[in-house]
């Protein structure tokens, strides 16, 4: 039987507390060139990568596959020349003039729920692939990655947060497995967005349990990768 939804990795760059913006919530290159590298390396393994509303506003951020060495990856791996590019707006707020939208180098999916308003759609349904009703308060992210198994053939998908987003999935035991680069910074701040940031486990024995499965230091910075224990998904 074809498993119902992709593998999920989520990856994220964060300083020594854990935060992966400062409070303004902008783009900052929290980690160095080698970590973009890490990132776009972790890319070229997937066939879809997806972010929150907030994240693809914050820069100039588009989702790519990052240029022809990486697409040439890709290509020896049997993928897709681009990845396709994901969206969650549950309200549909994302904005339509954000930079993601200027680049038609592969599709653009979007999914909204039903309390996003007909104009919003209408504005979204312009500048994307798809837009794509899932859940009536919420985008349903279970049935969301369901989707995207079935109608589009998604086996892996890299989540690029931000917090809010990568919290659902692991509240909803969506992820498979974390890379977590953490950079020798520290931003503090309780404004400053976290790599799982919305309600939170309000009890640690539900809280998302990990497994550490590979770590290497390379310069100042530590590659990290974690597993999602199943009993927490
Ligand atoms: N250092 C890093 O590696 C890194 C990576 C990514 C992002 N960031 C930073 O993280 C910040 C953004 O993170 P964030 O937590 O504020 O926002 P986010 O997770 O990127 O986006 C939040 C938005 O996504 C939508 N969303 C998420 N889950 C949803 C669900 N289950 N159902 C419906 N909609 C859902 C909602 O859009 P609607 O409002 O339209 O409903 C929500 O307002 C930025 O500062 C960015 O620069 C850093």
């Not at 919530?25 to 890319?43: C, V, Y």
């Not at 940031?197 to 230091?217: M, S, W, Y």
Request: glycine share 10%; proline share 5%; aromatic share 4%.
């Amino acid at each position: 039987m074809k498993p119902q939804r992709p593998f999920v990795l989520i990856n994220m760059a964060m300083t020594a507390d854990g935060k992966i913006a400062p409070p303004h919530r902008r783009f900052a290159p929290i980690g160095s060139r080698r970590d973009h590298d890490n990132l776009l390396r972790l890319r070229t393994t997937v066939d879809a990568v997806m972010c929150g509303a907030r994240t693809v506003e914050s820069g100039n951020i588009t989702m790519d596959a990052g240029g022809a060495r990486y697409e040439r990856q890709r290509l020896a791996k049997r993928l897709n020349r681009q990845n396709l590019r994901v969206l969650v707006s549950g309200s549909g707020s994302v904005d339509p003039g954000a930079a993601i939208f200027k680049s038609r180098i592969s599709p653009i999916l979007i999914f909204v729920s039903s309390q996003a308003p007909a104009k919003r759609l209408a504005k979204l349904k312009a500048v994307a692939d798809e837009v794509i009703v899932c859940g009536a308060k919420s985008v349903a992210l279970g049935q969301a990655l369901g989707r995207l198994r079935r109608d589009w053939n998604v086996k892996r998908l890299l989540c690029e947060g931000g917090g809010e987003l990568n919290f659902e999935l692991l509240r909803l035991g969506l992820v498979d497995e974390l890379h977590l680069t953490i950079c020798p910074r520290l931003i503090g701040g309780r404004d400053a967005p976290t790599i799982a940031d919305g309600a939170g486990f309000q009890r640690l024995a539900k809280a998302a349990k990990l497994e550490p499965v590979a770590q290497r230091r390379t310069g100042d910075e530590l590659f990290t990768t974690w597993r999602v224990r199943p009993e927490s998904r």
